[in-house]
């Protein structure tokens, strides 16, 4: 028996068909595998993205809330040290009126001292000393309350500046 060569060609495409078919299949396996690591790579990025973007948006969160308790501690502090100049500035302005009303005592003390006193040989009376002394001690009480208000104002907003800043530095 012999065989044609019709048959060892058909034998031969055929082996050639299935050996091209091994290694199609072996490619399609290898190429699989490759495009199941990329997705897990993928997939594993992913979770990675996902992850530093929560963390993220919590670190940003928390920054966020805390300004907002900086800010609120800040007004705070502010309408507490209003308050509390406020009572000091009602203090101070009774201890002026005080000092005022007993300024006024020794001005008519000092009246009623020199009620019909002359000056005396090589003297001058009392009471212009006494009511220069009141002029003065007037003066004085003027440019103190001034120097007071300037204070207390450049004070609290100096206070307050400094913890609205102190709250915006990051930490």
Known sequence: MAISVTTWTAAGVGLALVALLGVQ??????????HATTRAEYADARTEAS???AKAETEQRE????????????IKFAQDLAASRAVALARSVRAGDSLR????????????ACGGASAGTGGAPACPAA??????????????GSV???????Y????????????????
């Open 25 to 34: 299949t072996v490619r399609l396996s290898t190429e699989k595998a490759a």
């Open 63 to 74: 920054e966020y809330e805390r300004r907002i308790g900086e800010k609120d501690a800040t």
């Open 148 to 154: 007071a208000a300037a204070f207390e104002g450049s």
């Open 51 to 53: 992850r530093l973007h």
């Open 156 to 171: 609290a907003a100096g206070t307050i500046c400094a913890r609205q800043y102190d709250s915006l530095t990051v930490k």
């Open 101 to 112: 009303d007993e300024r006024a005592a020794y001005l008519a003390r000092s009246g009623e």
């Open 131 to 144: 009511r220069v002394l009141d002029e003065l001690f007037g003066q004085a009480d003027s440019f103190a």
